[in-house]
């Protein structure tokens, strides 16, 4: 795919409230904004016409601290705003409470492989014109209370359209909104539609016109989700009649639902995986939504003992990822020295956080990801004596865990106090560690160096997921759930290992009895057999992760997907 063949002067706009776009840059709070920016490298490697938007968080998200009982606190993480990116001198307003906001620009250049390069904008109201609330309204990623939230969104969606403009994108093709938190842009482009035709007010024909113009993908099934607002706080902030005037485009139950905007103004809507797109489709049966399964920036992802193996036998892999598929020709004896490498780099990191010695002869459970309930992170440790009596009896093992709470979730927090109070309890019979501030080069360190990938969500919650994928590129193959992308990408025995079957459950004691002692039969009687006695054959397991699951889970077959389904047809 390359420029020549598409239509260059038409490209595609792409929102996110969160683009994960440099470790040392904390525009990211978790797996959305780095699909965002696996996307976006995607797209440079494959010379997509694509520009990005969103918004620039002076302070980050958050970093976490952990103290003995695992209670998180949270600090901002400031970083050199100029030393990544270049302020352009484009001014735009949108008007919040009805005030004026002013906004600008900083720009960031995503280089791809053979040169091709994205622009990224990330919009900042930060400046002296601004009443001193406003100049923080694009500080921190997901801060604040819902009236920050919605001013956010206002900012992302109508400002970033506004900006585009201003830096002279005329001829967008589509828009492209990356959850519904980008969603307002749709009112941009109404306005737009409204000036041209000369109309005052909106109505059916400029919803049409706009509604070709805009792509939307939905990103979960859990209803925190899905960004939902009062009409009393829409009035007070937002302003904007026609949304009252309009519940058939822009509310639900009442309220201006975001995700239902996006659903009701795009010519294209998909969910992230197949499961996903047939949840997706019987929660909101009356719209059609395809499922573009995600996938990771191959290049991105891959640990560096890998890189060179990879370049060593599948010479061109970067350009394109589908070349993994030739990981089958790797002698084994290659994929364990450069797994071992990667082992060791992770445990040393854990020695420096921790203090905790790990033996890099013993099976190695990775699991990390955001905390959420339904992710269902304590799953392991459901029954502790029987979790015990397997290290005993089948092969000892040692588990590390890395994940962020959101602040304002008391009980996610709790759920890392649980796993604390686990790692006290099995002391010494299974080591188990767990990494605070879970970001980027974390991740990297943890989906190569770990032996195998553990994913316990409550089905049918997992969206798609990608640490997974991230895991397979390195030859880590996955126990897990068979929920998100993994009902895609698991064939038992040969690209990994399922916990349970595939039927949507709820969320109860005898169900968490249930996939626990399903977790640990596996694990018992399946993978550490194999990893004590048949290392061959788990050598074997992780080729095929590679060549079956890193081969085509990545952002260069999803981005194709795109192009031919969504944005150039």
Avoid at 3 to 29: G, Q, W
Avoid at 408 to 418: E, V
Avoid at 455 to 479: D, F, H, Q, W, Y
């Amino acid at each position: 795919m390359t420029t020549a063949s598409l239509a260059t002067d038409r490209v595609i706009a792409y929102f996110s409230m969160e683009i994960a776009l440099d470790p040392r840059m904390p525009t990211y709070a978790g797996g959305l904004g780095v699909l965002a920016g696996d996307t976006i490298r995607a797209a440079a490697d494959l010379r997509v016409p694509l520009v990005g938007v969103s918004l620039l968080y002076r302070q980050g998200y958050f970093s976490q601290q952990l103290d003995h009982t695992g209670l998180q606190h949270e600090e901002p993480t400031t970083w050199p705003v100029d030393r990544f990116t270049h302020e352009l001198p484009a001014r735009v307003a949108v008007t919040i409470e009805g005030r004026r906001v002013a906004l600008r620009a900083w720009r960031y250049t995503v280089t791809g492989v053979g040169g091709g390069a994205v622009q990224v904008y990330l919009l900042d109201s930060d400046l002296p014109d601004n009443a001193r609330p406003d100049r923080g309204l694009t500080a921190a990623l997901y801060g604040g209370d819902a009236r920050c939230r919605l001013a956010q969104e206002i900012v992302l969606g109508m400002g970033g359209v506004l900006m585009l403009r201003a830096l002279g994108y005329r001829h967008i093709r589509r828009f492209h909104m990356n959850e519904g938190h980008a969603s307002l842009l749709t009112l941009a482009l109404l306005d737009e539609q409204a000036e041209r035709t000369g109309r005052w007010i909106i109505g059916d024909e400029e919803v049409a016109r706009v509604r070709q113009q805009c792509v939307f993908t939905t990103h979960t099934p859990v209803p925190a989700g899905h960004d939902e607002f009062s009409m009393s706080l829409v009035t007070q902030v937002l302003g904007r009649p026609e949304i009252a005037a309009m519940p058939q485009v822009f509310c639900a139950n009442g309220q201006l639902n975001l995700t239902t905007v996006g659903l009701n103004l795009s010519c294209y809507v998909n969910a992230v995986a197949r499961r996903h797109g047939e949840t997706s489709r019987s929660l909101l049966n009356s719209h059609t939504i395809d499922a573009v399964t995600n996938g990771i920036h191959a290049a991105t992802w891959t640990c560096p003992a890998f890189q060179t193996l990879y370049d060593q036998f599948i010479p061109g892999w970067r350009q394109d990822n589908s070349a993994l598929r030739h990981a089958m020709a790797i002698p084994l004896t290659d994929i364990r020295q450069a797994h071992g490498e990667a082992k060791q780099q992770l445990l040393d990191v854990v020695l420096r956080q921790t203090g905790v010695v790990m033996d890099p002869s013993v099976l190695t459970i990775g699991f990390a990801r955001r905390v959420a309930a339904y992710k269902r992170a304590t799953l392991l440790f459901q029954d502790l004596d029987r979790l015990t009596g397997i290290a005993r009896t089948a092969g000892p093992f040692q588990v590390i865990y890395a994940g962020k709470a959101h602040p304002n979730d008391p009980g996610a927090k709790q759920l890392i106090q649980h796993i604390f109070q686990a790692i006290d309890t099995l002391k010494p019979a299974i080591r188990v560690v767990y990494l605070a501030n879970y970001e980027w080069t974390v991740a990297q360190l943890l989906t190569a160096g770990c032996d195998v990938w553990l994913n316990t969500p409550l089905r049918p919650l997992e969206a798609s997921g990608t640490s997974g994928m991230k895991a397979a590129v390195n030859g880590v193959p996955s126990l897990s759930i068979l929920d998100g992308w993994w009902v895609e990408g698991h064939v038992e025995g040969v690209t990994g290992w399922s916990i349970g079957d595939s039927a949507p459950v709820r969320d109860d004691a005898q169900q968490r009895l249930t996939d626990s002692a399903s977790l640990y039969d596996k694990l018992q009687q399946v993978v550490l057999p194999l990893y004590y006695q048949n290392p061959t054959a788990l050598t074997q397991i992780m080729r095929q992760a590679i060549a079956f699951n890193g081969s085509h889970f990545n952002t260069h077959r999803m981005l194709h997907d795109y192009v031919l389904r969504a944005y150039f047809r």
